[in-house]
């Protein structure tokens, strides 16, 4: 009942994920060496929500405001490359 109308919707719409790429350049798991110079589940977040901002090289803070600016984006148009004035 399921199944068969997910099936034909997968097949026919369009759909999108991202991969995301940038390790933390910071220590934000404490003493977590499995995430040390990769990128690990829920990695983007810190950027997301800029939430460790004053812990951000250069480079992250470029990174975090992009991600930004694309999700608002996004939630505004419907295109993370285009805004909405």
Same mark, same amino acid.
């Given at each position: 009942?399921?199944?068969?109308?997910?099936?034909? &919707?997968?097949?026919?719409?369009?759909? &999108?994920? &991202?991969?995301?790429?940038?390790? *933390?350049? @910071? +220590?934000?798991?404490?003493?977590? !060496?499995?995430?040390?110079? %990769?990128?690990? %589940?829920?990695?983007? *977040?810190?950027?997301? @929500?800029?939430?460790?901002? /004053?812990?951000?090289?250069?480079?992250?803070?470029? /990174?975090? !405001?992009?991600?930004? !600016? &694309?999700?608002?984006?996004?939630?505004?148009? %419907? +295109?993370?490359?285009?805004?909405?004035?």
């Amino acid at each position: 009942m399921f199944v068969c109308p997910t099936r034909i &919707y997968a097949r026919n719409a369009a759909n &999108y994920s &991202y991969v995301f790429g940038f390790p *933390l350049d @910071f +220590d934000g798991w404490k003493n977590q !060496t499995f995430c040390e110079n %990769h990128v690990c %589940h829920a990695g983007e *977040l810190p950027y997301t @929500f800029e939430s460790a901002w /004053v812990n951000f090289t250069d480079a992250g803070k470029r /990174v975090a !405001t992009s991600m930004v !600016t &694309y999700w608002t984006n996004f939630a505004k148009s %419907h +295109d993370p490359n285009q805004p909405v004035s």
